[in-house]
């Protein structure tokens, strides 16, 4: 199930790593900057109750979606009472799934606004839909998941391992020049055609994509 769910969130733009028990769960929640974690209840070594209430005496805030055969009220007071922001039980629709995380992930609508907007440059979160100028860029999954990622830290530097925790995930090469290919691609299609140029390259640094005036 974990394969089908990360093969389904990559799809969908969403960088995945996944744990296959719950000590992993916590040793890769301690290491990396997560924007959500899901967790199923019934993980080998530490169930996900006890990963959950671990993540939280941590001070770790990250929003968790735990995943249960358990339907009983016990069991999701039992996972609220440990830290989790939000409980589905099996079987449940991949459609509800993206829509729980999305909500997660909108919870605080001042850190994660659903449309971003710099200069003519629009990006809206919730349709995956960009333009600029009034004029719609078409753009790959993947293009669209470095951009997303780019907008909500706009006018912030972000660096090449920043972009390959949050828009790739484990499986990827530190040492490829994929994230430099990306940034190219997305060079051209929202500023080769406009003189007002908005994502820039800080060689050696990284990237931020911002207005110069």
Request: proline fraction near 2%.
């Amino acid at each position: 199930m974990a394969g089908v769910i990360a093969k389904g969130l990559r799809e969908q733009t969403y960088a995945v790593d996944v744990a296959v028990d719950g000590e992993e769960a916590l040793y890769q929640a301690s290491i990396n900057d997560y924007d959500l974690i899901l967790l199923d209840v019934l993980l080998p070594v530490r169930d996900g109750f006890e990963v959950c209430r671990a993540i939280r005496a941590r001070g770790d805030s990250t929003p968790i979606l735990m995943l249960t055969a358990r339907a009983t009220v016990d069991d999701r007071l039992t996972g609220f009472d440990c830290g989790a922001d939000d409980y589905l039980t099996k079987p449940f629709s991949f459609r509800e799934l993206l829509a729980r995380i999305r909500a997660l992930l909108r919870r605080d609508a001042q850190l994660r606004p659903d449309v971003f907007q710099l200069d003519d440059l629009i990006v809206d979160s919730a349709s995956h839909r960009v333009s600029r100028a009034a004029r719609e860029i078409e753009l790959t999954a993947k293009e669209y998941a470095l951009l997303e990622y780019l907008a909500r830290r706009a006018g912030q530097l972000v660096s090449r391992s920043e972009i390959a925790t949050h828009v790739w995930d484990d499986s990827f090469d530190p040492f490829s020049n994929t994230i430099d290919v990306y940034v190219n691609r997305l060079r051209k299609k929202i500023d080769e055609e406009h003189s007002h140029k908005l994502l820039h390259t800080r060689r050696g640094e990284g990237y931020i994509l911002e207005s110069r005036h």
